[in-house]
């Protein structure tokens, strides 16, 4: 299955939690492609002790999943585009929803 993740949120243990579910949902065989948005461009800003985002986010990364960073969101937040998160725009939103067979948000 092809799955979407839309993560719009900069709440530490929630984006933690969807990129943990992004990496259990592809070692049960499905694609996933997660599209951070609004606040969710934080992410690879939001490590703490406990909820290890860009660990969560490197194993996506490495089992094949994607990760892509709204364009305009990024300069909102005063943020670029990395080798992780690398810049989109809402074409590339519209095409995960469009292609992914279930889209989840966080």
Request: charged share 20%.
């Amino acid at each position: 299955m092809k799955i979407g993740t839309i993560i719009y949120s900069n709440d530490a243990e929630t984006v933690w939690n969807a990129f943990r579910f992004g990496n259990y949902a592809m070692k049960e065989g499905d694609s996933v492609a997660t599209f951070l948005i609004a606040k969710g461009v934080e992410s690879e800003t939001l490590d703490t002790d406990t909820f290890k985002i860009t660990e969560q986010m490197h194993s996506l990364i490495e089992g094949g999943g994607t990760i892509s960073a709204c364009e305009t969101c990024l300069a909102i937040h005063h943020l670029g585009g990395s080798e992780l998160c690398p810049i989109s725009t809402l074409t590339d939103l519209h095409a995960i929803v469009k292609e992914s067979d279930k889209i989840i948000t966080f």
